[in-house]
């Protein structure tokens, strides 16, 4: 008799917090379920339940401590398997490495604290795609192995047996798709449990197979558990046993698996723009709470200011939460969108709360004395390299007139430098004493240095003006109504000319854009209706173009400035279009392929015009590369295409909310609420380079773009601190740090995590504090040290987890039982 295939059926409940749903009714669904399976396991000796997103585990903790008290029963015995090791299943393309990072950092410390032990298996069923660096940071939080559902079979090829997936940085995790979907709800399981080895490679004989009521949770039920039991007695092929993945993962750790070198795409490209008012949003709160993490860090280690763990771990679980994968890419009903942008305003209020009074307590001991009348500046810099960049900052108060005596800015050696005087935020009348002004801060790696407004005058140097066109440098832009605008950039006796331009493209797909390979770009450009040059100072120049299409309409303002390369662009959109979306087009005759900047690291696609995921900048080279375009954007713009002739970001969709293709719009009587309608605020800047360039390069300039200098004003003081400091530096841009905090279980050591962006082995000394820090980092990996504040105790690298490979072993116990 032939050997039976093993299906290893795995109890599940797909369980969405939030969705079609608020997640109050997640919290209650989930104590509904996790109930209904604890009942199956005592009506079935045999059955098993696998679980994952942490975060439901700590509601029921919270909720019903009799409830979690059977989990954790179940768990000790074996049959209950907390697999994932995730806050939550995450979106995998949008949110920046860190948070992915810190997806396992809150929940596998959480496992570990209330089960002794943390979850080896990754499991992410639902998320839409899966970023190249995920291998490196799964490993790094513990897992052995990783299981997913999308992309499926029709939407990308890939191998139908185990396979060996690997980041970039080389790192290799055991991988599979599932062959069927996550859930059984409404499916004859005769079949699912034979589809899913119709599916799977036959030389393989062990098949995993998830059952159970899905989405809006359930788990398994009676019938899924009583029909696979009989299908186990009648079939002569095929075995069904009630299974765990860890069970699943050791029968196959031996098989011939391929390796698959990529990131794991496409499905739901709409995804990618949909809801950009939450895509925005978790931006500002990534941005501010890795800010506040940094002041913090340096304000308790100099200052002896309390470190405020509780309200940076608050912050962090509101922006875990909501990079769950129905959230970030904009699949929710409105009034869950409205419960995401609170959250996360507040988790960002909380960071800029933390912010100032860490910024504070080191401005305060800051000597800051200046004469009667002058204005002490303290410029604070998150990066860990010096910078030389463009601040504003207004200061003035009510009754001085503007039209008082001459104003000079200093540096901290009280040298006049450049500055140029802007308009004010507010528009109250020039009376009211309020000055806003523009300068070049030179600011030492994670630190500050101190400026000051002065009496007397600087020296200007005015660039060449028309009315309808701005220069500096080698930079000039000019736009015509009716016409275009035209970026200028001489570059060795050549003049580059890129002609960016929004469009506006019907869309008629959905939500999710199912099915959706590619928008095209055959929609009508807005048209120009105003040009006017705003500014021409010392510093900078700014034109100012207006645009119109259909209801909606566009403000642009191209900044040039002295110090910089490229030209910036800052976009406010009043779009007011319905089934649409808004193409940012950058003509230029790019190469059969380009980059972009992804979680970590960076992708490599093909110029073939489909819809993909990207991170803050994408570069394209010519057909001969002898130059290279990069555009940077952010503010939650993360959908782009790129074929022969350009680049085309996309920036607004508006489909019906919430609304899947096989529900039909009903358009002459129906409301439906139409998502990002409204105005939108976001930045791009563009620049051609010579040749190929690096990745780091591009990344630095992204980094500088979301973490920009920040001014504060300060009273004038005596203080002890000298007038220019810096807390932490690296000796290489091209090794990046993306956390600054202190460690999870001490409050005398700082954690940095460092990143290598070149795609080159690195050595170098980082400067902690004073403390000369060496370090080595191989390509593109994603490293942890522990910088004790006593010189003392040795520095170590350590896991994602802030653990030793001991204590890693301790808590890295299989989720399983010997019966399996």
């Known amino acids: 008799m032939d050997k039976k295939r093993r299906v290893h059926m795995i109890g599940h409940a797909h369980l969405d917090p939030v969705w079609l749903w608020r997640w109050g009714e997640g919290v209650a669904e989930t104590r509904a379920t996790f109930r209904s399976a604890l009942d199956r396991m005592t009506e079935y000796d045999d059955v098993r339940f696998t679980s994952d997103q942490i975060v439901m585990l700590s509601w029921l903790e919270d909720l019903d401590p009799e409830l979690f008290e059977r989990v954790r029963e179940r768990v000790a015995e074996g049959r209950w398997e907390i697999a994932g090791g995730w806050w939550v299943e995450s979106d995998c393309n949008l949110p920046n490495g860190e948070s992915l990072v810190r997806q396992g950092l809150v929940a596998q410390r959480y496992l570990a604290s209330r089960f002794g032990r943390i979850a080896t298996v990754g499991l992410n069923a639902d998320p839409f795609g899966h970023s190249a660096a995920l291998p490196q940071i799964l490993v790094g939080q513990g897992m052995r192995a990783y299981c997913f559902m999308r992309p499926q079979r029709h939407e990308t090829l890939l191998p139908d047996r185990p396979f060996r997936w690997r980041s970039p940085d080389g790192t290799e995790i055991l991988a599979t798709r599932m062959p069927r979907a996550y859930t059984s709800r409404g499916m004859d399981m005769f079949e699912h449990v034979s589809g899913a080895a119709d599916e799977t490679a036959p030389d393989i004989d062990d098949i995993v197979l998830f059952y159970g009521v899905g989405n809006h949770g359930g788990g398994p039920t009676r019938d899924n558990i009583d029909d696979f039991h009989r299908f186990a007695g009648e079939s002569s092929a095929l075995k069904p046993v009630a299974s765990t993945?860890?069970?699943?993962?050791?029968?196959?750790?031996?098989?011939?698996?391929?390796?698959?070198?990529?990131?794991?795409?496409?499905?739901?490209?709409?995804?990618?723009t949909t809801q950009s008012r939450v895509k925005a949003a978790i931006?500002?709160?990534e941005k501010r709470v890795l800010e506040a993490?940094?002041?913090?860090?340096?304000?308790?280690?100099?200052?002896a200011r309390p470190y405020p763990r509780e309200d940076l771990e608050r912050a962090w679980a509101a922006l875990l939460f909501n990079d769950f994968h129905d959230i970030l890419p904009g699949s929710t009903v409105e009034s869950a969108t409205a419960d995401?942008?609170?959250e996360l305003g507040g988790a960002a209020a909380t960071a800029d709360h933390v912010v100032v009074m860490s910024q504070q307590s080191i401005a305060r001991r800051v000597d800051t004395r200046v004469g009667p009348g002058e204005q002490p500046i303290l410029v604070f810099n998150p990066l860990p390299y010096s910078r030389v960049e463009q601040v504003e900052v207004e200061f003035g108060g009510i009754g001085e007139p503007l039209g008082g005596e001459p104003l000079a800015i200093v540096d901290s050696s009280g040298t006049s430098i450049p500055f140029q005087i802007v308009g004010s935020e507010a528009t109250v009348g020039a009376d009211i004493g309020r000055r806003r002004v523009v300068f070049s801060a030179e600011v030492p790696a994670l630190g500050y240095a101190m400026f000051a407004s002065v009496r007397g005058e600087a020296s200007a140097v005015d660039?060449?003006?028309?009315?309808?066109?701005?220069?500096?440098?080698?930079?000039?832009?000019?736009?015509?109504?009716?016409?275009?605008v035209t970026v200028t950039q001489a570059s060795q006796g050549v003049d580059v000319h890129l002609t960016p331009r929004l469009v506006a493209v019907q869309d008629d797909s959905d939500t999710w854009s199912h099915d959706v390979v590619a928008y095209g770009r055959g929609g009508r450009a807005f048209d120009i209706v105003k040009v006017r040059v705003i500014e021409a100072g010392a510093l900078r120049s700014v034109l100012r173009v207006w645009s119109e299409h259909a209801g909606s309409s566009l403000v642009q303002d191209f900044v040039l400035r002295v110090e910089s390369p490229r030209v910036e662009v800052r976009c406010w959109l009043n779009w007011q279009e319905e089934l649409a979306i808004a193409k940012l087009l950058v003509p230029f005759a790019a190469a059969s392929d380009y980059r972009c900047g992804a979680p970590f690291g960076y992708a490599e696609r093909s110029t073939d015009g489909a819809e993909m995921p990207f991170q803050r900048w994408v570069a394209c080279p010519t057909a001969g590369g002898d130059r290279t375009l990069c555009v940077w954007i952010d503010s939650g713009k993360s959908g782009v295409d790129?074929?022969?002739?350009?680049?085309?970001?996309?920036?607004?969709?508006?489909?019906?909310?919430?609304?899947?293709?096989?529900?039909?719009?009903d358009l002459d009587s129906a409301r439906y609420d139409y998502l990002d309608k409204g105005v939108q605020r976001f930045t791009y800047a563009l620049q051609c380079f010579d040749g190929p360039q690096s990745n780091d390069r591009f990344e630095t300039v992204a980094q500088e773009a979301v973490h920009p200098l920040e001014a504060v004003l300060e009273g004038a003081h005596a203080g002890e601190w000298p007038r220019s400091w810096s807390a932490i530096d690296i000796d290489l841009p091209s090794v990046q740090i993306s956390a600054v905090k202190l460690s999870e279980d001490r409050l005398d050591v700082i954690t940095l995590r460092l990143v290598e962006t070149a795609g080159s082995l690195s050595r170098g000394e980082m400067r902690v504090l004073g403390r000369p820090v060496p370090y080595e980092i191989a390509p593109f990996q994603v490293q942890t040290v522990l910088v004790p504040l006593s010189k003392d105790e040795e520095v170590r690298a350590v896991s994602l987890l802030e653990w030793s490979e001991e204590e890693m072993a301790a808590v890295a116990l299989p989720w399983k039982d010997s019966s399996v």
């Open 463 to 484: 660039p060449i003006v028309q009315s309808d066109e701005i220069r500096v440098g080698a930079l000039s832009v000019r736009a015509s109504v009716g016409g275009e």
């Open 293 to 303: 993490e940094r002041w913090a860090t340096v304000a308790s280690a100099t200052t």
């Open 642 to 665: 790129v074929d022969s002739s350009g680049v085309a970001i996309s920036v607004v969709r508006s489909p019906v909310a919430a609304w899947d293709n096989h529900a039909q719009l």
């Open 245 to 272: 993945l860890e069970a699943y993962f050791d029968a196959v750790q031996d098989v011939n698996t391929p390796v698959v070198g990529s990131d794991l795409l496409s499905h739901a490209r709409g995804c990618y």
């Open 340 to 342: 995401a942008l609170a």
């Open 283 to 285: 931006r500002r709160a």
